[in-house]
């Protein structure tokens, strides 16, 4: 007979499996349905590589950072990371800007290099291999060079919108994806801008739907069909509805792009992140054939918090839930409070502390394992019915059931599943708990 092994994380027990804790059978209806209707199949679960996360990885002792990695990427470890995001120059957690080409007007790009990258990106994503040979990786900038923007700054400004200046940048975009796959690491997307919506005082530029539209169309897209590159074009990774949060029509930037026919046949699928989170039900609706992923997740103030850890699950739930293929975390490992380059604090799966070499697992590395060690590439999710389907999500793969539920309540809760087939169950839920219920196919 099919059974359950229940694990409850609360605020003072992270981790707590209970093999006995689902019993068959059940009193009273049903509150969470598990359908055979399926939605999207999974493609995984993931961290950013950054240098200040290798920073404090790499000044661990051997025996701690394998211990690291192994939780992180092993297939048999803790997470169990399959697709990962790697920036192009300087990320907001670089040691500093950097670009893979600061030479003014070389547009032919013969000064492109990865050289820094070798000394911490590299490094560690080759660490990560070596626990998952199978990692898979997409990309973004954080900006052009200097010198293809207007003003010629690292922070804010804009892509410069004449030919030879868009032509050289896409070829920056396609040398980058050449050269990791030189190294071993084949990007399998580029997502063309990170957070195109708004200029922030780290790395970054600003996009119109209209300027993404035009740069995919008439550059991009051409130059990598041209050269036959298997990296896929994505629109991303985008932040938040085009120009007033308030207007209505929330996915209008990527609907700018994907309305344009010669632009839609380069784009393979959509990422969102932040206040993305505001548009991806929409485009779901208008393109329910359309791949969309999850790309950053919501990053906290480095205390580490369970309370925001809860408000993390439940961005689990909505990206998931509106069709994200896949969740990608951000920083998944930082010193103490978490302090960027540029000056403000965010939370981390792993906190290192530099001058004791401790290592400790934050609440949402606990939130990451309850969905990541169990859902994986390939299974697909089922509709849930019932009154707690709010707080829940289902996988089913060749192996188990799976099912993601939050117990929102400050006191205990029955929860009454009922399977396909009409098979129950029933366990009880801790107050303020993260649950995941994993029922073994026979």
Request: with cysteine.
């Amino acid at each position: 007979m099919p059974s359950f092994a229940l694990i409850q994380s609360t605020s003072d027990r992270l981790w707590n499996i209970d093999e006995q804790g689902v019993t068959p059978g059940g009193a009273g209806a049903p509150n969470l349905i598990v359908t055979n209707q399926t939605g999207q199949t999974w493609k995984g679960f993931g961290g950013c590589f950054n240098e200040l996360g290798w920073r404090m990885l790499s000044g661990l002792t051997p025996e701690k950072r394998d211990a690291v990695f192994r939780d992180l990427f092993a297939p048999d470890g803790d997470c169990r990371f399959t697709f990962c995001r790697v920036p192009i120059g300087a990320s907001d957690y670089a040691e500093s800007w950097y670009s893979l080409n600061e030479h003014p007007d070389d547009f032919a790009m013969e000064h492109f290099s990865i050289e820094r990258d070798q000394n911490a990106l590299i490094p560690y994503i080759r660490e990560a291999q070596k626990w998952q040979p199978d990692l898979k990786f997409f990309a973004s900038p954080w900006g052009p060079p200097t010198w293809l923007k207007r003003p010629a700054e690292y922070h804010g400004g804009s892509l410069i919108t004449e030919e030879k200046y868009c032509s050289a940048y896409a070829l920056y975009l396609l040398k980058f994806a050449q050269a990791y796959k030189a190294q071993g690491i084949p990007i399998a997307q580029i997502h063309v801008q990170n957070e195109p919506m708004f200029a922030h005082n780290f790395p970054s530029c600003v996009w119109t739907g209209e300027q993404m539209r035009d740069f995919i169309r008439d550059y991009m897209g051409p130059l990598f069909e041209r050269e036959g590159v298997d990296t896929e074009i994505w629109a991303g990774t985008i932040n938040g509805p085009q120009g007033d949060q308030l207007h209505p029509n929330c996915n209008h930037f990527v609907n700018l792009i994907l309305e344009d026919p010669e632009a839609r046949k380069h784009v393979s699928g959509v990422g969102y992140q932040w206040a993305g989170k505001l548009a991806i039900q929409r485009t779901r609706q208008s393109w329910p054939d359309l791949p969309l992923m999850q790309t950053e997740n919501e990053c906290g103030d480095g205390r580490n918090t369970w309370d925001y850890a809860c408000y993390v699950w439940d961005l689990f739930y909505h990206y998931i839930t509106n069709g994200a293929e896949a969740y990608i975390y951000w920083n998944m490992a930082l010193q103490p409070e978490g302090e960027s380059t540029w000056g403000w604090k965010q939370n981390s799966l792993i906190t290192v502390d530099p001058e004791t070499g401790d290592v400790t697992c934050n609440p949402e590395y606990y939130v990451m394992k309850h969905f990541s060690r169990y859902i994986r590439p390939g299974a697909q999710r089922l509709n849930l019915l019932g009154r707690w389907s709010g707080y829940a999500v289902g996988f089913r793969d060749d192996r188990s059931i799976v099912l993601a539920v939050r117990n929102p309540f400050a006191e205990a809760k029955e929860l009454q599943i009922e399977l396909p087939g009409a098979a129950r169950y029933s366990c009880r839920l801790q107050p303020l708990s993260i649950n995941t219920l994993v029922l073994a196919m026979e």
